[in-house]
């Protein structure tokens, strides 16, 4: 029965009789969510909502993923105790591009329509009619605005209107249900009461629980570096998924696997999580491979296979860049600074440490075996760069 199927793993439905109602109907449903493209990556929390919009697919309805880049340049207030700082709009397109390549790692391609929310975004004037329907008495009620109130933090005008705009998405779509974490519910009932005042049928709200980070006590946020994102590496993501708590990898197998409920080891329990999510996020192969490496490195303390690659002499951090393994080189530097980077399994947190030829280096779970080229290979690869 549908009802029971998308009622599981479900905080709450708002309000499960009407999404009955709609069931009957017997026709294809619109289904939304939103993601605001603030980063380039998405994370395993993200996937909580896709997965539930998977769900909706396989029942042969169709999915409105939306992409936030006008809300993106407000910035979410949600969970804020402060105001987000602004994005141009290259950052927020750059980072919807990679959106849009990550969410089809689960969502349907074929049964997905993605639209940008500033389609409908063109005028002041429709700014301005769309404040006209709430007060701001009304947007208070927000759990985080009423804490900055009190605590007399700053509240940006533009932040009052968020909610506004993430409610009119669902009524430019016609949308049926609306899917959203937890910490997202004053937004996706802000979208019931526009469709209401529109004299739209207001949308069923489903709400997904909020999953932890790898700490296993803070929600999983990439500015607390507690993130598994969608787009890394298997053996990456496995090594990771193997090191959260036993509570948080019985959070991650309810919401994000279809594995039942086990009686083994809570490690053998881990490995089969962490198993059917990396072949979620690549494939088999990928996910076998992840599980024999970790078992080599972490069982049989045994060096996983890695990738060999030929780089530049240069410093630790510049190494760490050119080998793939950092995205910047003030990256590379934090991260040897916190003691997340060995040289031939021997920590080093100096970025001076004169390195050998060759040389197996690791960053966090991430493992290469490095070369430094040679003169000769430095100058062919010179030569054969293309001239003006």
Known sequence: MQLEAIGSGTVGITHATDLLDLFRE??????????????????????????????FQDFGHTVVFVVGDFTASIGDPTGRNATRPPLTWEEIHR???????????????????????????????????????????????????????????????????????????????????????????????????????????PQVVITMPIINGTDGVNKMSKSLGNQIGLNESPNSMFAKLMSVPDETALQFRRLLTALPESEEHPKEQKKEMAHAIVEMMHDWQAADRAFVDWEMQFELRQQPEMETVTVPRERLDRVLVSSGLAPSNSEANRMIRSGAVSVDEVKQSDNKFVLPDSFVLKLGRNWKQVKFASVAELADALGREPSG
């Not at 605001?36 to 769900?55: I, M």
């Not at 609306?178 to 049928?201: K, P, S, W, Y």
């Open 26 to 55: 017997e026709r294809p449903l619109t289904v939304k969510c939103g993601f605001d493209p603030t980063a380039p990556h998405l994370h395993l929390g993200h996937a909580v909502l896709l997965r539930k919009l998977r769900q």
């Open 95 to 201: 980072n919807a591009k990679t959106f849009k390549e990550q969410v089809f790692k689960i969502l349907d391609e074929a049964k997905t329509k993605v639209i940008n929310n500033s389609t409908w975004f063109k005028t002041p004037q429709q700014l301005l009619t769309l404040m006209a329907t709430t007060t701001v008495s009304q947007m208070l009620e927000r759990e985080d605005f009423t804490k900055r109130f009190d605590e007399e933090k700053p509240i940006g005008l533009h932040e009052l209107v968020y909610p506004l705009l993430q409610g009119w998405d669902s009524v430019a779509i016609g949308c049926d249900i609306e899917i959203g974490g937890t910490d997202q519910t004053f937004n996706l009932h802000m979208g019931r009461a526009l469709q209401r005042h529109e004299g739209q049928r």
